[in-house]
Structure formats: structure tokens, C-alpha cells
């Protein structure tokens, strides 16, 4: 999945970057002021969906309908990782909110080479998370 997750979401994040105007980064405005004021003891479920509605914007401003299809189906699965990793790693106030803050920015820029080493650092950063958690391959 996370092989899987990094190719599409570098294809939807260098034509999002080109695609999106200032609805869309208002959106992702409106999402990261939700992640910067949360409880240092938010719930796993709550910082999942904060950080999914996030990746949606890109997905929705990418522009692509087949790579919406594949992110619609693999969203369930990035949503029970994120979760797994919120409960076990409870410092999503100060990893989620900076990580997207970055993310954004770089999408920002309009330059789909940043954009996609932004997401590459974005999901590289949290596959090591996942690598620690020692979860059984299947």
C-alpha cells in the first residue's frame, strides 16, 4: 500500500500544484487551522480524518479521475494506518500539522518537482513510523 500511496500521490500532487487556485489553498487553510488547534490528546480517529480531508484536496484538485478511483479505494486502508499510528504515536499536534504545513507550501510553489519530493517526504516520513509500530506484513 505505501508503494502504491507514494506513486499516485505523486502524480496527484504535481498536477494539483499546477491545477490549484486560491479555493484550494483555502481549503487546505481551513484544514491545517483545524490541525493547529487541536487537543494535545486528540482522538486517533479525529487526527486520521483531519489528515484525510488534507489529502483530499489534493486528490480533488489533481484533476485526474483514475487516480481519484485508485485513492477512493485505498483510502479505508490509509485511514486504518493513520489511525493505528495516532494511537500509538500521539504527537500528531506537533508532526501533522507541521508535515502538512510543508506539504502545502511546497504545493504552493506550482513547481510539480517540489511538490512531488514534498509528498515523498510526507509519506517516506510516514512509512518510518509505520515501520516502528512492528506490525505483521499482512
Not at 508503494?3 to 496527484?12: H, S, Y
Not at 510539480?112 to 512509512?127: M, R, T, W
Request: proline share 3%.
Amino acid at each position: 500500500m505505501h508503494t502504491l500511496r507514494g506513486a499516485i500521490e505523486r502524480l496527484a500532487a504535481s498536477r494539483a500544484c499546477t491545477r490549484m487556485q486560491g479555493q484550494g489553498f483555502a481549503e487546505m487553510d481551513a484544514v491545517l487551522e483545524s490541525m493547529k488547534r487541536v487537543d494535545k490528546k486528540i482522538d486517533p480517529d479525529d487526527a486520521a480524518l483531519l489528515d484525510l480531508r488534507f489529502h483530499d484536496i489534493i486528490y480533488a484538485y489533481c484533476d485526474h479521475s483514475r487516480v481519484q478511483r485508485v485513492w477512493s479505494s485505498l483510502r479505508g486502508q490509509v485511514m486504518a494506518y493513520l489511525r493505528a499510528r495516532n494511537a500509538c504515536f500521539p504527537d500528531f499536534l506537533e508532526v501533522g500539522y507541521i508535515e502538512h504545513l510543508e506539504l502545502r507550501d511546497a504545493l504552493a510553489l506550482g513547481d510539480p518537482q517540489v511538490a512531488q519530493d514534498a509528498i515523498d517526504k510526507h509519506i517516506s516520513g510516514a512509512y518510518e513510523r509505520l515501520k516502528r509500530l512492528n506490525l505483521p506484513d499482512r
